[in-house]
């Protein structure tokens, strides 16, 4: 089988100035979606027709199984098929997709492929309350495929029909292109319309099934932001349920995004307005509270995130405590049983088992032992404006709050750190450091008081 996506429509509803198959369905877009698609059903080549914002959709979907045909102006989907004709091998069938309507299921197709049975056109419809604006499929007496007329070449009589042309169909490529050479523009649009080959095919008696999609979705198409916000909550719906049929526990299944994907061990639990981006891994016993956003993340068995946790490309051992409003930047890992607590921000560092920084930290190109405790208030000073430097805090130690730890800098195991010290040199093992200024009581000190206006 050989895939035809056609994707040169400019899509000017969407009123943006991104190519209409490049708007994201999860963040992908949605000619990526019908690309996964189509290489799910292992075709022999895949030709993408393009027009509209032609280099930077190839740009986006450059890849070394699609072939790329262009489109340079719109005269309708006939012409656009036509377009592929020279990449394509007579042998075998041609299946038409559109780049614009991103859901439809691989096993839909493959039923639609196998229906039309290698001679035959193959046409996916759909029946419809509001059929308006679609093609519609006339049917004889005995209810075959006559033709397939637009709404605006159709009769009052013919507007009347609800079951109507998705736009995805299959047929014979050599006949195809016999058909295709033989299209005229001669109707109410304009345009080469590709529908037109359902009469030739009926009058060359070459057989047309139709066959439906299982779910209504899987044909929506993309024209405007409405429908493409719309989609991307079937999407994510759909995403959903696979989540539950896997046994994660959602608490609502309408507020989840996942754009990219979410892998669960048993029982996690992922409470309300969780955004999860590109891999993210959670394990046994995984529980996310509301409204944590992930990306490239992943959690080892039994660790809680409360609330408002922000992770990015991060490494999380088992049992930890994280949040709310804790933020893991890209290069943290962390040990089993860390505790990360509020308004705490972790960067490039690696924190072994059973360290606690609670409260108000930052943790930058640091090496943190195990046992640690962070006081409330401590910052990492790893930058000087123009290098990065490391700290390194072995086992054992306790670093008072507000403590600035100016990199490099290193403090032995067992140390304490005094409250409020800035740090400036390597701290020895076991013993107290601290740097502060001396507390002083200033006797006989008065407070100021207002001088009186005279
Ligand atoms: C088409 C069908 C109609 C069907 C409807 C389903 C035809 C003549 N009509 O109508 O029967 O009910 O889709 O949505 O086929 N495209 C190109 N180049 C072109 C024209 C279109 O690449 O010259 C692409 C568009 O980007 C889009 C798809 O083909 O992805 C469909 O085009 P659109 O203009 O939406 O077709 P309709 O007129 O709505
Ligand atoms: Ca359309």
């Known amino acids: ?155 009052p009589e013919q507007r009347l029909v609800r079951e109507v042309n998705t736009g995805i169909l299959c047929a014979p490529v050599a006949r195809l292109r016999a058909w295709l050479g033989r299209l005229s523009n001669n109707n109410a649009q304009g345009e080469y319309y590709l529908t037109d080959i359902i009469a030739m095919a009926v009058a060359d008696g070459v057989p047309v099934v139709a066959a439906q999609p299982a779910q209504a979705w899987e044909t929506l198409g993309v024209n405007s932001k409405q429908q493409l916000a719309e989609l991307e909550r079937i999407h994510q719906r759909n995403i959903a349920d696979r989540l539950l049929e896997q046994g994660v526990t959602l608490i609502d299944p309408a507020r989840i995004d996942v754009r990219g994907e979410l892998r669960c061990e048993p029982d996690v639990e992922i409470d309300v307005g969780c955004v999860f981006e590109g891999a993210v891994e959670l394990g046994e016993g995984v529980r996310i509270g509301a409204n944590c956003v992930l990306r490239n993340v992943r959690i080892a068995a039994g660790t809680r995130l409360a609330p408002f946790c922000h992770l990015e490309d991060a490494e999380v051992g088992k049992d930890c405590v994280i949040g709310p409003y804790a933020r893991l930047r890209p290069g943290t890992t962390l040990a089993e049983d860390v505790h990360i607590g509020n308004f705490v921000e972790v960067k490039n560092s690696q924190i072994a088992a059973h360290t606690k920084a609670n409260h108000l930290a930052y943790i930058g190109d640091a090496t943190v032992g195990s046992k640690v405790n962070v006081g409330a208030g401590v910052i990492t000073c790893n930058y000087d404006g123009a290098n990065k430097y490391r700290t390194v805090i072995e086992d054992d130690v306790f670093i008072g709050s507000d403590s600035q730890l100016i990199a490099p800098v290193r403090i032995g195991r067992g140390a304490n750190i005094g409250a409020g010290t800035t740090l400036t040199h390597d701290a020895p093992e076991g013993k107290l450091t601290l740097g502060r200024a001396r507390q002083v009581t200033v006797e006989h000190w008065a407070r100021p008081v207002k001088a009186k206006k005279s």
């Not at 994707?7 to 996964?36: E, T």
């Not at 679609?134 to 495929?145: D, M, Q």
């Open 1 to 155: 089988m050989q895939i035809v996506i056609l994707a040169a429509g400019q899509g000017k509803r969407m009123r943006s100035r991104l190519p209409k198959v490049l708007q994201p369905i999860a963040a992908r877009p949605m000619l990526a979606h019908v690309l996964d698609t189509a290489r799910e059903l292992s075709p022999a080549r895949v030709c993408v027709v393009y027009g509209h914002g032609g280099e930077q959709v190839r740009a986006a979907l450059a890849a070394p199984d699609v072939v790329w045909a262009e489109q340079a102006q719109q005269l309708g989907t006939g012409h656009a098929v036509q377009q592929a004709l020279p990449v394509l091998d007579d042998e075998g069938m041609a299946l038409v997709l559109y780049g614009d309507v991103p859901l439809t299921r691989p096993e839909t197709l493959r039923a639609l492929v196998d229906a039309a049975g290698g001679q035959g056109v193959g046409l996916l419809t759909v029946t419809m309350d509001q059929p308006t604006g679609y093609g519609r499929i006339i049917r004889n007496a005995v209810g075959a495929v006559q033709a397939i007329v637009e709404e605006k070449d159709a009769t």
